[in-house]
């Protein structure tokens, strides 16, 4: 859980000047401030009325609060001036301001002077030193690193290994014979001394001897480090096209990957495990500080409206909670770019949504700890390992895995190619007089095309679905079965498009394939198992709930909310003279706001 509050150069620096909105624990907020961290993030800008501006207006308040209680009790910590250079210098360098004259043209551009600048890089390197502090004193126990290594055996999976010999010969002709005569039975050591460089051909990589990864077989083509992990057993590739060569690969050896034994991996599971502790402490730290805020409200403007939303057992989730939550989702700001109706989709799915994963992160965390489940870290990293244990023994059925492989089957379909040439003639006799021609004498096609008054288009490489090629042409390269061998190349029929006649020449055509689940079997049982995993483990915590008792305030207090919404658009406008006295703390509330009186910010 890292953070930091460290000041940005593109944000304005007028704290100084403003007006005092609220205090905080008695330090004063005012407009100004307010108005430098709603300038320092763009989500602020997206809405500034109706419930969603609301929403943002509660978040920009409860940002303020965090970090003027975060502030105040970091005040203690004794940050060096040299500390503060270091980190002046370094913001300097990262923003190309290295030239005083360029430095203090940035400061004067913000609102902000070099002594005000250092005040606030100050504060932000004592709450991060503060932050330190309450992270120390952690200590990770044997038990507790094992039980996170049984909960989390993706994460110490050693590399599949492979022993393997490689070819590569310059004609695909010859690379088919190798694999017929390996396929026979001939050694394929003797084949690769017959066929090595020394002889024409091109060891690929793979000494044969050793079992080791994909990046230590030395083989520089990638399309045949593939085929040979994806052959996924001892055996022989089939001919593989690589650049200008073609490659077989003989796999002595396999050695999937497997879970490394706990001694080999203790230290990063201690760490891991030390990591979830430390993010435990700075939660339980920040909600502490929160909670025990007392915020007095000296401008109804800014009111802070803060209710309890839901309460699981006797631990509270305050709205506050819910929108720092929801607008930290980075598709938010997408979904608020819709208009007006982006709000009913925030009210009607995310909310409800957001909120019922934080009522499970609470739940999760009472369940776990009352039944002394070894689960550490923050409450979404409980929740996530009590999932995982309730789900560890969850495994695909073969019916599962075979449906889960015909349903999507395109995701293991490798696109046909080809490079490609096309001739065009104004009518068919030219081109089926130039087909013959070519097919009988074979040579440069560009020019004896143009020579036969063709028009030639070099396309290149394509791939099956390439907009740029007509899909009459594509058909008749990657299925039609008709092409004819000519030179370097083959030729298509005369084919007729657009009203025009053409004559394809194609190279290195890879025809379109479907995988087959042999070949995909791991990708497709994977796939399945978290599936079936995450389906279940939502099941499970449903069931966890009715243990606890849980109590969802969201639609009241989002009816609540539209009222208070309506209530202040329907206000007319504000007269100026009435306004002189809005910040004083005698001025009334409106209904459900928080009054002018010291109160914990929790409440």
Same mark, same amino acid.
């Given at each position: 859980?890292?953070?930091?509050?460290?000041?940005?150069?593109?944000?304005?620096?007028?704290?100084?000047?403003?007006?005092?909105?609220?205090?905080?624990?008695?330090?004063?907020?005012?407009?100004?401030?307010?108005?430098?961290?709603?300038?320092?993030?763009?989500?602020?800008?997206?809405?500034?009325?109706?419930?969603?501006?609301?929403?943002?207006?509660?978040?920009?308040?409860?940002?303020?609060?965090?970090?003027?209680?975060?502030?105040?009790?970091?005040?203690?910590?004794?940050?060096?001036?040299?500390?503060?250079?270091?980190?002046?210098?370094?913001?300097?360098?990262?923003?190309?301001?290295?030239?005083?004259?360029?430095?203090?043209?940035?400061?004067?551009?913000?609102?902000?002077?070099?002594?005000?600048?250092?005040?606030?890089?100050?504060?932000?390197?004592?709450?991060?030193?503060?932050?330190?502090?309450?992270?120390?004193?952690?200590?990770?126990?044997?038990?507790?690193?094992?039980?996170?290594?049984?909960?989390?055996?993706?994460?110490?999976?050693?590399?599949?290994?492979?022993?393997?010999?490689?070819?590569?010969?310059?004609?695909?002709?010859? *690379? %088919?014979?190798? !694999?017929?005569?390996? @396929?026979?039975?001939?050694? /394929? #050591? +003797?084949?690769?001394?017959?066929?090595?460089? &020394?002889?024409?051909?091109?060891?690929?990589?793979?000494?044969?001897?050793?079992?080791?990864?994909?990046?230590?077989?030395?083989?520089?083509?990638?399309?045949?480090?593939?085929?040979?992990?994806?052959?996924?057993?001892?055996?022989?590739?089939?001919?593989?096209?690589?650049?200008?060569?073609?490659?077989? *690969? %003989?796999?002595? !050896?396999?050695?999937? @990957?497997?879970?490394?034994? /706990? #001694? +080999?991996?203790?230290?990063?599971?201690?760490? &891991?495990?030390?990591?979830?502790?430390?993010?435990?402490?700075?939660?339980?730290?920040?909600?502490?500080?929160?909670?025990?805020?007392?915020?007095?409200?000296?401008?109804?403007?800014?009111?802070?409206?803060?209710?309890?939303?839901?309460?699981?057992?006797?631990?509270?989730?305050?709205?506050?909670?819910?929108?720092?939550?929801?607008?930290?989702?980075?598709?938010?700001?997408q979904v608020l770019q819709q208009g007006p109706q982006a709000e009913s989709f925030v009210n009607q799915f995310f909310k409800p949504q957001v909120l019922d994963g934080l009522i499970n992160q609470r739940v999760a965390a009472q369940l776990a700890r009352e039944e002394k489940r070894p689960f550490e870290g923050s409450r979404a990293e409980v929740l996530a390992s009590y999932q995982l244990w309730a789900t560890r023994d969850v495994k695909p059925t073969e019916a599962e895995i075979r449906a889960f492989y015909e349903q999507n089957k395109d995701q293991f379909t490798v696109k046909g190619s080809a490079d490609l040439t096309t001739a065009t003639f104004k009518d068919r006799k030219s081109a089926s007089d130039f087909l013959t021609s070519y097919a009988a004498n074979p040579g440069n096609f560009t020019q004896a095309a143009a020579k036969a008054r063709g028009t030639v288009n070099e396309i290149g490489k394509f791939e099956e679905g390439d907009e740029r090629v007509n899909p009459v042409f594509q058909k008749a390269v990657l299925e039609s079965g008709r092409l004819k061998p000519a030179g370097d190349g083959s030729l298509s029929d005369v084919l007729e498009a657009d009203g025009k006649f053409v004559v394809l020449y194609v190279k290195d055509v890879v025809k379109p394939t479907t995988r087959s689940l042999a070949e995909v079997r791991e990708q497709v049982e994977a796939a399945v198992t978290s599936q079936k995993r995450q389906a279940e483990a939502q099941a499970f915590i449903a069931k966890q709930r009715e243990k606890v008792k849980v109590e969802n305030n969201l639609e009241k207090v989002l009816e609540q909310q539209q009222a208070r919404v309506d209530a202040e658009s329907a206000k007319p406008p504000a007269d100026p003279a009435a306004e002189e006295g809005a910040g004083s703390k005698d001025s009334e509330p409106a209904e459900g706001e928080q009054p002018a009186t010291e109160e914990p910010a929790g409440h």
């Open positions: 859980m890292m953070f930091s509050f460290l000041p940005l150069l593109n944000s304005s620096q007028t704290a100084q000047r403003g007006t005092p909105v609220m205090k905080v624990n008695g330090v004063t907020i005012t407009d100004a401030e307010l108005e430098q961290l709603r300038a320092g993030n763009p989500l602020f800008s997206l809405s500034s009325e109706g419930v969603i501006g609301d929403d943002l207006k509660t978040l920009l308040v409860s940002t303020a609060i965090q970090r003027a209680v975060l502030n105040q009790d970091a005040e203690k910590v004794r940050v060096s001036n040299g500390d503060v250079n270091a980190e002046v210098q370094k913001i300097r360098e990262q923003n190309g301001l290295t030239k005083n004259q360029d430095w203090a043209a940035a400061l004067q551009q913000t609102g902000r002077t070099d002594a005000s600048f250092r005040k606030e890089v100050r504060e932000s390197l004592a709450v991060q030193k503060r932050a330190e502090e309450v992270q120390q004193g952690i200590t990770v126990t044997e038990a507790e690193a094992k039980a996170y290594y049984d909960l989390h055996p993706e994460e110490y999976q050693s590399e599949p290994r492979v022993q393997v010999r490689v070819i590569g010969v310059d004609s695909e002709a010859k *690379a %088919k014979q190798i !694999r017929q005569q390996a @396929a026979g039975g001939a050694d /394929f #050591a +003797e084949l690769a001394e017959q066929n090595g460089a &020394a002889n024409g051909g091109a060891v690929g990589g793979g000494d044969g001897k050793t079992l080791k990864p994909v990046e230590q077989l030395g083989i520089q083509q990638r399309e045949v480090a593939d085929a040979v992990f994806a052959l996924g057993k001892p055996g022989l590739t089939d001919v593989i096209k690589s650049g200008n060569k073609y490659y077989v *690969a %003989k796999v002595e !050896r396999f050695l999937p @990957a497997q879970t490394k034994p /706990f #001694a +080999e991996v203790k230290a990063a599971a201690t760490s &891991a495990v030390e990591q979830q502790k430390k993010n435990a402490k700075i939660e339980a730290w920040l909600e502490g500080l929160n909670n025990s805020a007392k915020v007095e409200v000296l401008d109804k403007t800014w009111a802070y409206n803060n209710p309890v939303v839901a309460k699981v057992g006797k631990d509270e989730i305050r709205y506050a909670d819910l929108v720092s939550a929801l607008y930290s989702n980075q598709q938010i700001a």
